[in-house]
């Protein structure tokens, strides 16, 4: 959460101008609450039953806050703060890189320790943790790509020995996953990936062009219509647009 929070305000901070008191106290108390807490267990992005556990989501998330606040720090009169701010980051980024990496599952997991593929891995390269073209995040995108995955090459949240959720059964893949995954494959430079990913997912979209949340043998399903599905495919394809125009420049 305070990631997000701050990373919208990152993206919106030309529209800020002079930050009001009230929104410059909000931002502080974001950044500050996530340097103070990273540690602390959690559910994760998904809200997983079960025993809170060290979700790599959250850590990023809370990397993603402090970055963007440190950005941030002179619009909002902070500067004081930047020293505390940068050495949390480094600590949570010491901790992904050594704890959320798996040499058995060749990626980037769901929870430090943990052998579980998650597709909320994927947004490692895409706010800025790393390049697309890093090794890990090359991995990472393969293992999900080829591992978390349905029939339609459409991604699923996660997979675990225990079900989806702490539950026994089955759900449908995820077209936010998927475009994240068309978003990060544009970002390591593999364009004809990117689109194909894209076109999966995106052939669901009904006559007036909106999406679900899943798709459960070949049919939407869930939230109708779901605003993450088609932030995702903004996004998606905002990064494969850009990446064209890079080629194409090169």
């Not at 798996?102 to 997991?109: K, L, N, Q």
């Not at 996953?177 to 990936?193: D, H, N, S, V, Y």
């Not at 088609?230 to 420049?249: C, D, K, Q, S, Y």
Request: negative net charge; glycine residues 8%.
């Amino acid at each position: 959460m305070y990631g997000e929070l701050l990373a919208s305000a990152y993206r919106l901070r030309e529209q800020l101008g002079k930050p009001s008191e009230a929104i410059r106290s909000f931002l502080i108390g974001l950044a500050d609450t996530a340097a103070a807490l990273w540690e602390q267990p959690d559910n994760g992005i998904w809200e997983v039953r079960g025993e809170p556990r060290q979700f790599l989501f959250s850590k990023l998330m809370c990397w993603v806050a402090l970055d963007r606040a440190l950005a941030l720090a002179s619009q909002l009169h902070a500067d004081d703060q930047s020293e505390h701010w940068r050495a949390a980051a480094a600590e949570i980024r010491s901790a992904i890189l050594e704890k959320g990496w798996s040499a058995e599952a060749g990626a980037f997991t769901q929870s430090f320790g943990s052998p579980d593929l998650d597709a909320s891995a994927l947004m490692i390269p895409i706010v800025g943790f790393l390049p697309g073209d890093d090794p890990r995040v090359l991995a990472t995108i393969d293992a999900i790509a080829g591992r978390l995955t349905d029939d339609q090459g459409l991604v699923y949240r996660y997979r675990t020995s225990t079900g989806v959720d702490g539950l026994a059964g089955e759900e449908g893949s995820f077209l936010l996953c998927t475009f994240w995954l068309a978003q990060a494959q544009a970002q390591a430079g593999r364009l004809e990936q990117a689109r194909a990913t894209f076109q999966r997912a995106g052939r669901y979209a009904n006559d007036l062009g909106l999406l679900a949340e899943e798709v459960a043998d070949g049919e939407l399903i869930g939230n109708f219509p779901q605003a993450f599905s088609h932030i995702g495919l903004i996004n998606a394809a905002w990064a494969i647009r850009e990446r064209e125009t890079f080629v194409n420049v090169s």
